[in-house]
Structure formats: C-alpha cells, structure tokens
C-alpha cells in the first residue's frame, strides 16, 4: 500500500534531481567510482532524461545527489562516486520503469566501475476524477490512495504521483502510473489516527466509486500512456468525532503541570499509530480534537526542562466525549557520568562532542513502555554526559555519532557499565533516584559483513529477498541487510563475534527458500560470505 504523502516524496525527489541538475555542485564526492549505463523507450535510446545516484543511508547532514542527463543515444555517466549504498532513480515522473521496482540499489565499492545498468521506460498512465460527498458537494485536500487489485496489504506497493489530494473541485489526478489494473481509494481507514487533521468531516475510506469493502470496488485499467477520467468517488459515510480532555498533573501535589509535552497512541489490531501535539496549557489541560472510535494511550513525554514521565493512561473512544482524564506527571531519575573509549585507536575516535547517547529505561511495570521516547544527551568535549527524565527500571544505552556523509549510523555500543570501578550486571535506576558517577565503557562497531547471494534453478527480484545476520549468543542483535539489484549486500557498524547470515527468498503459494552461514566479524575488518539458494529447493529439508 502506499499512500498519497509516498507518492508526494517520490516526486519530490524527481523535483530535486531537477534542481541539482540546474544547479550542479562544484565539488564532487572523494572517490573514483563510477555507474554508466542507457535508457530506452521501446528499444530507442531516449535523451535528455535526467538521471541521479542518491545515497541509501544518510546522516545529520544530507549529501546531495550526483546528478547526470542522458545523451542523444540515452547513454549516461554517473562519476566521482565515493563507495556506499545508493539508488540510481530517474528523474522523469511521466515515464515509469517496466520493472516492478521504481529505483536500482547499487553497492558501490572503492575504484568500482558499474556498467551496464539499465533503464527501459514507457510512458505512465493516468488517473483522474472527482471526490464529492453524500450530497454531491467537493471534498478538498482527502487522501486519495491507489492500489493493486487485490486491495490494500497485498502485493507490491503502487509507485505514481499525485497532489497531497483533490483541489478546491474536488478533483484529483494520479500520474506516472505503471500500465495495470488498480482500485482507488479516499478516505481514512478506521483504525488509522486522524486526531490533528484540519478538516471536521473524518471520511471513511470508501473505493470507487462508493465501496467501502475492498472485495466490492471497481478495478481500473491503466493502459501504457493512457488517461482514465471520470473515476469519481463519492464519500457517503463519515466516521464519528469526539473531543478527549485531560489534564497532566503532579503526581506529588496534584498541581497542573504547565507546558508538559504529550504522546498520543492509537492501538490497532497489528499494532499502532503514534503522534504528539501542542504542550499542556498553563492549567495543564490537553483538548484533542476530532478523535474517532478506537483504543488509545496518551502519556507525558520528557523533554529538556521537563524531565518527567507518566504511567500511559488507556482510554477508550466508543459514541461520546471524554473529560477530565487525569496524567499524573512525575519527576523522573537522572544519570550522569563519563563516557571512556576501550581498544579504539586515537585515529578512529569521534570528537567527544559529536557523540549522541540515548538511554531506554524499561520496567516490567510498564510493560515495557520507557516514557514514550528516549531520553538523549549531547556529549561533552571532556566525554562527560547527564540524562533525566528517566522512569525506574533496567538501562540500555545506544551512543550514535553525527555524521558529514555517507556511512553507518552506528559505529560504537557500549560495553559495560561500571560504579564505583565495579561491572553492572545489570544497569538498573529506582524511582527519582540521581546517579553520578557511571562510567559507559565504548567499544569500537568497526567489522563488516559483506556478501552476494547466488541463485540455482532460477532468478529472483531484489523485492523478494530478505537478507539478515544475528550475532550468535544475542537473540536481539537480528539486523536487516538491504541487498541491491546484483545480488550483493552489507551491513557495517559491527561489534567483533560471530554472526549467522541468513538469506530468505519469498515465492508466491510456499514456504521462504533459505540458506545460512556463520561468520567471524572481527575490528576493522571487512569478512566475506557467499549464500547460494536452490529457488526450488523444498523448504522442509535441511
């Protein structure tokens, strides 16, 4: 399923090849790595389609594309491409691919050239129509969604482009469709959350033309190059609001608490929605709008300067309004310490201060549930750190680095932990309690993993496969690897031990073919794996 606010992004991204293409940086990324490859349209070169490498995995500061424009036999050139993960996507939303996917991922490495990857295109499809209400009357700005013909869930997901949803007519227009059979959707699904929307009226999701069960909407076809008008779709059921009224208050006094932030869940029967909004006022009272039928949470959540938590309060919305639900803030633990690097040589330490340390507190009271977020703390340039706003319970820490570019987002875990130059087996923080003296003992994240997976008896797309390594020992170490269009994958940011790379290949009516392996991941070293799948192998065998 992808939703209107996707398809905004995927254009979006088509505007900023554009721009950079107008506007090219002067500086070109350290490397000399390369991806060449030709677009065609049945079987003629197209020129003048602009095409671009983007980074898969960026940092705080975003690296712009690399940015090139086919020529007159729709060759192109991407160069001066530092190693990493990317995605080769053209930039022209009125042609789409006559792959399934919208975009190639690409593992580049060091002094690499790629050839040979490319692009058939044929002109996209259109859909366009009017969504009105029960009295014929425009709908504006209603989320309008498109999907396979199956419904929603089933499938891969529909790439196209469409405006954040239909205009002051009530008109709407999807483009860049693929050729295919869809059903259209607007509306909101009924166990969404919709608190926060401008608009009154909360439609339920209704397919065209006045459907609201999958199984009974009109499927559309979408021919290569083809407009399909007057798919009109009429909203004849709204759902029901209510407004919900709480207060945060102390839990000592059972003062308001002014200026208190606030998470809101929405709990579905595959898991939930979340969102905050406005701070408490200066009575302390939070009013949320426009709430519909369903089981939520909504607790307090720390922030700078108000280091406090909540147990969440569960309420449930049915056919009238609540009032006066009470969220009893309290004052929450700290922890202070300093932050000491372990078998980390001086040229790969971060600076101190470019370390950011999160900390989860979790009880078993809570089930589970920290204070709605993770409480953080920038580093100090001495490696000195303070956290607040914590709940009682068992610590576990994540130390991330601010990164200029490319490259893993986590390259340190912390080790141990140590009071008083004893190991905590456990890290644990009572009720308001105020610790000080902690020592975070950081060990290097620096091995690799990096691989290809082969196939017997057939091929398979990227979007079925699903490769994964777990450090053996930790059965909550299990980490996705993306694996691009050649069948090669990474995953960097490792602590040394073993891990098991596991390889899953999802075919249509049976069980995932396999296959795995163990590896040794040691500092600073890059360990390789070869995973081969017979696709037609029977799963239930070793």
Same mark, same amino acid.
């Given at each position: 399923?992808?939703?209107?606010?996707?398809?905004?992004?995927?254009?979006?991204?088509?505007v900023?090849?554009i721009?950079?293409?107008?506007?090219?940086?002067?500086?070109?990324?350290?490397?000399? =790595?390369s +991806?060449?490859?030709?677009?065609?349209m049945?079987?003629?070169?197209?020129?003048?389609?602009?095409?671009?490498?983007?980074?898969?995995q960026?940092?705080?500061?975003?690296?712009?594309?690399?940015?090139?424009?086919?020529?007159?036999?729709?060759?192109?050139?991407?160069?001066?491409?530092?190693?990493? /993960?990317?995605?080769?996507?053209?930039?022209?939303?009125?042609?789409?691919?006559?792959?399934?996917?919208?975009?190639?991922?690409?593992?580049?490495g060091?002094?690499?050239?790629?050839?040979?990857?490319?692009?058939?295109? +044929?002109?996209g499809?259109v859909?366009?129509g009017?969504?009105?209400d029960?009295?014929?009357?425009?709908?504006?700005?209603?989320?309008?969604?498109?999907?396979?013909?199956d419904?929603p869930?089933?499938?891969?997901?529909?790439?196209?482009?469409?405006?954040?949803?239909?205009?002051?007519?009530?008109?709407?227009?999807?483009?860049?469709?693929?050729?295919?059979?869809?059903?259209?959707?607007?509306?909101?699904?009924?166990?969404?959350?919709?608190y926060?929307?401008?608009?009154?009226?909360?439609? *339920?999701?209704?397919? #065209?033309?006045?459907?609201?069960?999958?199984?009974?909407?009109?499927?559309?076809?979408?021919g290569?190059?083809s407009?399909?008008?007057?798919?009109d779709?009429?909203?004849?059921?709204?759902?029901?609001?209510?407004?919900v009224?709480?207060r945060?208050?102390?839990?000592?006094?059972?003062?308001?608490?002014?200026?208190?932030?606030?998470g809101?869940e929405?709990?579905?029967?595959?898991g939930?929605?979340?969102?905050?909004?406005?701070?408490?006022?200066? /009575?302390?009272?939070?009013? %949320?709008?426009?709430?519909t039928p369903?089981?939520?949470a %909504?607790?307090v959540?720390?922030?700078?300067g108000?280091?406090? #938590?909540?147990?969440?309060?569960?309420?449930?919305?049915?056919d009238?309004?609540?009032?006066?639900?009470? +969220?009893?803030?309290?004052?929450?633990?700290?922890?202070?310490?300093?932050?000491?690097?372990?078998?980390?040589?001086?040229?790969?330490?971060?600076?101190?201060?470019?370390l950011?340390? #999160?900390?989860?507190?979790?009880?078993?009271?809570?089930?589970?549930?920290?204070?709605?977020?993770?409480p953080?703390?920038?580093?100090s340039?001495?490696?000195?750190?303070?956290?607040?706003?914590?709940?009682?319970?068992?610590?576990?820490?994540s130390?991330?680095?601010?990164r200029?570019?490319?490259?893993p987002?986590?390259?340190?875990?912390?080790?141990?932990?140590?009071?008083?130059?004893?190991?905590?087996?456990k890290?644990?923080?009572?009720?308001r309690?105020?610790?000080?003296d902690?020592?975070?003992?950081?060990? =290097?994240? =620096?091995?690799?993993?990096?691989?290809?997976?082969?196939?017997?008896?057939?091929?398979v797309? *990227?979007?079925?496969?699903?490769v994964?390594?777990?450090?053996?020992?930790?059965?909550?170490?299990?980490?996705?690897?993306?694996?691009?269009?050649?069948?090669?994958?990474? *995953?960097?940011?490792?602590?040394?031990g073993v891990?098991?790379?596991?390889v899953?290949v999802?075919?249509?009516?049976?069980?995932?073919?396999?296959?795995k392996?163990?590896?040794?991941?040691?500092?600073?070293?890059?360990?390789?794996?070869?995973?081969?799948?017979d696709?037609?192998?029977?799963?239930?065998?070793?």
């Amino acid at each position: 399923m992808i939703s209107s606010t996707l398809k905004v992004a995927g254009c979006l991204f088509a505007v900023s090849l554009i721009v950079h293409a107008q506007n090219p940086i002067q500086k070109t990324q350290s490397g000399v =790595s390369s +991806v060449s490859g030709k677009i065609t349209m049945k079987g003629n070169g197209v020129s003048g389609i602009l095409i671009g490498a983007r980074v898969a995995q960026q940092g705080p500061r975003r690296v712009p594309p690399v940015v090139t424009t086919t020529d007159q036999q729709g060759n192109y050139k991407l160069s001066n491409l530092a190693p990493g /993960q990317y995605e080769i996507v053209t930039g022209a939303p009125q042609f789409v691919l006559t792959s399934s996917e919208p975009m190639r991922r690409l593992i580049i490495g060091e002094g690499e050239t790629i050839e040979n990857i490319d692009f058939t295109l +044929v002109r996209g499809g259109v859909i366009t129509g009017k969504v009105v209400d029960a009295d014929g009357r425009p709908v504006i700005e209603e989320q309008v969604q498109v999907f396979g013909p199956d419904g929603p869930n089933v499938g891969p997901p529909i790439y196209g482009f469409t405006t954040i949803g239909p205009d002051d007519r009530g008109i709407y227009r999807i483009f860049g469709l693929p050729p295919g059979k869809y059903k259209v959707a607007a509306g909101s699904p009924e166990d969404r959350m919709t608190y926060g929307r401008i608009l009154g009226a909360v439609f *339920s999701q209704t397919y #065209y033309p006045s459907a609201n069960d999958a199984t009974k909407a009109t499927v559309v076809e979408v021919g290569e190059g083809s407009e399909v008008t007057n798919v009109d779709i009429t909203l004849r059921r709204t759902q029901p609001t209510f407004t919900v009224t709480a207060r945060v208050v102390d839990a000592d006094t059972g003062k308001p608490v002014a200026d208190a932030t606030w998470g809101l869940e929405k709990f579905r029967e595959n898991g939930s929605f979340g969102t905050s909004g406005m701070p408490s006022n200066a /009575q302390g009272e939070i009013k %949320l709008e426009n709430m519909t039928p369903g089981k939520y949470a %909504l607790f307090v959540l720390a922030t700078l300067g108000h280091e406090v #938590y909540s147990e969440p309060v569960h309420f449930e919305v049915v056919d009238q309004d609540i009032k006066d639900l009470v +969220v009893k803030a309290s004052s929450g633990s700290s922890i202070a310490g300093t932050i000491v690097f372990e078998g980390v040589n001086e040229k790969a330490r971060p600076n101190l201060a470019e370390l950011m340390l #999160y900390v989860h507190s979790m009880s078993e009271e809570a089930n589970g549930m920290s204070s709605g977020t993770m409480p953080q703390a920038l580093v100090s340039a001495d490696g000195s750190f303070r956290v607040g706003g914590l709940r009682p319970g068992t610590l576990y820490f994540s130390i991330f680095v601010h990164r200029k570019g490319p490259g893993p987002a986590n390259e340190f875990e912390v080790a141990r932990v140590e009071r008083d130059g004893v190991v905590l087996p456990k890290a644990e923080i009572k009720a308001r309690e105020q610790i000080k003296d902690l020592r975070l003992i950081v060990r =290097s994240r =620096s091995g690799r993993i990096r691989g290809i997976v082969k196939y017997e008896n057939g091929q398979v797309p *990227s979007s079925y496969v699903q490769v994964t390594a777990k450090r053996v020992g930790d059965e909550n170490s299990e980490m996705a690897m993306q694996m691009d269009d050649r069948g090669r994958f990474i *995953s960097e940011g490792l602590a040394a031990g073993v891990y098991e790379v596991r390889v899953l290949v999802y075919l249509s009516n049976r069980l995932p073919a396999q296959a795995k392996q163990q590896v040794v991941v040691s500092d600073n070293q890059v360990s390789e794996v070869t995973l081969t799948v017979d696709v037609q192998a029977d799963p239930r065998k070793p």
